[in-house]
């Protein structure tokens, strides 16, 4: 008996593990269990498929393995940068959109404790950095600054490159969260780097591999203290035993994901729109709906209609998606990133992200607008009852 599959709309949040990735995995799990850090074949077995993945990484994000730190994790890997390379400056201005992770604005807001001055840079009301407003926090001359490449709700794409390099201009070390790019749309290190880029975080489990491996890329003259100290693993800037199979995954899926970038960008594309036509038939708003998004990334609210609700409903009609973001679910404010926005806090209670992955079809996009057709109809029904 076959258990009941919901159809999984939630690929922002995590991915399902890629079959050839399981593989590569599977045997670094059982006899192959040597710690890298060993002297003996199993050592070496070990630390030779970690340099391995390290490459594999490195090549798929247009990098040298050299620049690739291994973590945890995406927050981890944010943290490491924040946190890191603060520590190697004296105290100044940290500059970071208002609409980052929470694994950056975290850590930022932690430095003030340390006599650094935390400046969030302003975004439009389609989610892109304020030109106005980034320009005002260079004349600051921010020795940290942090922008997205993507954002993990809207879907809004930043033009990184060009705002790399205004702010290596001011003098600024310049990171960007890619977590939620890799596999979506190209991404080449190198390229960022060159116009005034200093460091990158991607992570595994969003490219279908393995949750618990994710790096940091990193410009080898930016000094980071280790926020780990140990045994000196990674360069001596993160020390813990390497998780041997996830990193071994994380190598395998970040080959596929550069492998199949364009595909994916143009199948997700066709499939978004698909969804966006239905959404706007039932009078749904798509946010930032003017700005450049991800192929597959579409939040949306609807008049009247409490997005948690609409999300427990869905779920319970077999559709998994996310109301704001899965990292902050426990947090029944509006989203941050709406309110950077300037959106009603009304209208952003409403908001539902769907964003799509590998396993979707054109059956899942109908079978879900079919879906929120009937269930919004069963809460406005309700509303008008109470009204």
Same mark, same amino acid.
């Given at each position: 008996?076959?258990?009941?599959?919901?159809?999984?709309?939630?690929?922002?949040?995590?991915?399902?593990?890629?079959?050839?990735?399981?593989?590569?995995?599977?045997?670094?799990?059982?006899?192959?269990?040597?710690?890298?850090?060993?002297?003996?074949?199993?050592?070496?077995?070990?630390?030779?498929?970690?340099?391995?993945?390290?490459?594999?990484?490195?090549?798929?994000?247009?990098?040298?393995?050299?620049?690739?730190?291994?973590?945890?994790?995406?927050?981890?890997?944010?943290?490491?940068?924040?946190?890191?390379?603060?520590?190697?400056?004296?105290?100044?201005?940290?500059?970071?959109?208002?609409?980052?992770?929470?694994?950056?604005?975290?850590?930022?807001?932690?430095?003030?404790?340390?006599?650094?001055?935390?400046?969030?840079?302003?975004?439009?009301?389609?989610?892109?950095?304020?030109?106005?407003?980034?320009?005002?926090?260079?004349?600051?001359?921010?020795?940290?600054?942090?922008?997205?490449?993507?954002?993990?709700?809207?879907?809004?794409?930043?033009?990184?490159?060009?705002?790399?390099?205004?702010?290596?201009?001011?003098?600024?070390?310049?990171?960007?969260?890619?977590?939620?790019?890799?596999?979506?749309?190209? $991404?080449?290190?190198?390229?960022?780097?060159?116009?005034?880029?200093?460091?990158?975080?991607?992570?595994?489990?969003?490219?279908?591999?393995?949750?618990?491996?994710?790096?940091?890329?990193?410009?080898?003259? $930016?000094?980071?203290?280790?926020?780990?100290?140990?045994?000196?693993?990674?360069?001596?800037?993160?020390?813990?035993?390497?998780?041997?199979?996830?990193?071994?995954?994380?190598?395998?899926?970040?080959?596929?994901?550069?492998?199949?970038?364009?595909?994916?960008?143009?199948?997700?594309?066709?499939?978004?729109?698909?969804?966006?036509?239905?959404?706007?038939?039932?009078?749904?708003?798509?946010?930032?709906?003017?700005?450049?998004?991800?192929?597959?990334?579409?939040?949306?609210?609807?008049?009247?209609?409490?997005?948690?609700?609409?999300?427990?409903?869905?779920?319970?009609?077999?559709?998994?998606?996310?109301?704001?973001?899965?990292?902050?679910?426990?947090?029944?404010?509006?989203?941050?990133?709406?309110?950077?926005?300037?959106?009603?806090?009304?209208?952003?209670?409403?908001?539902?992200?769907?964003?799509?992955?590998?396993?979707?079809?054109?059956?899942?996009?109908?079978?879900?607008?079919?879906?929120?057709?009937?269930?919004?109809?069963?809460?406005?029904?309700?509303?008008?009852?109470?009204?």
């Amino acid at each position: 008996m076959s258990m009941f599959e919901p159809v999984y709309l939630d690929h922002n949040a995590t991915t399902p593990l890629d079959p050839a990735v399981r593989a590569a995995m599977l045997p670094w799990f059982d006899g192959l269990c040597g710690n890298a850090s060993s002297r003996h074949e199993y050592g070496r077995r070990a630390r030779q498929a970690i340099d391995e993945a390290r490459q594999r990484v490195a090549a798929a994000l247009g990098a040298h393995p050299t620049e690739v730190l291994f973590t945890s994790g995406g927050s981890e890997a944010n943290n490491l940068f924040v946190k890191g390379a603060a520590a190697s400056l004296r105290p100044g201005v940290v500059a970071v959109s208002a609409i980052e992770h929470p694994c950056v604005l975290k850590p930022a807001a932690q430095l003030v404790r340390q006599g650094w001055t935390l400046r969030e840079i302003a975004v439009d009301g389609a989610g892109r950095i304020d030109g106005g407003d980034f320009a005002a926090v260079l004349q600051l001359k921010p020795k940290l600054l942090s922008v997205m490449l993507a954002n993990n709700e809207t879907g809004v794409v930043q033009d990184v490159a060009a705002l790399a390099a205004a702010a290596r201009a001011a003098g600024a070390w310049t990171h960007s969260d890619a977590v939620q790019v890799f596999g979506k749309l190209p $991404i080449d290190f190198r390229t960022l780097n060159a116009a005034g880029l200093h460091a990158l975080t991607v992570s595994a489990h969003k490219i279908n591999g393995p949750k618990g491996a994710a790096a940091l890329l990193v410009d080898k003259r $930016i000094e980071l203290q280790p926020q780990i100290a140990g045994g000196g693993h990674e360069r001596g800037l993160r020390s813990g035993t390497e998780n041997v199979p996830a990193i071994v995954g994380f190598g395998i899926a970040a080959e596929l994901a550069a492998q199949r970038v364009a595909q994916t960008a143009a199948r997700l594309a066709a499939l978004k729109d698909s969804l966006e036509r239905g959404l706007t038939e039932l009078g749904a708003s798509i946010f930032a709906v003017d700005a450049r998004r991800l192929p597959n990334t579409s939040y949306f609210a609807i008049a009247g209609i409490d997005g948690e609700t609409l999300v427990g409903k869905l779920d319970r009609e077999g559709f998994a998606v996310a109301s704001g973001a899965a990292c902050s679910s426990a947090n029944p404010e509006p989203s941050h990133v709406l309110r950077a926005m300037g959106v009603a806090p009304e209208i952003a209670r409403g908001a539902v992200r769907v964003s799509l992955g590998n396993d979707n079809g054109d059956a899942d996009v109908e079978q879900f607008i079919n879906a929120l057709q009937v269930t919004v109809g069963r809460l406005q029904g309700l509303t008008a009852v109470t009204a």
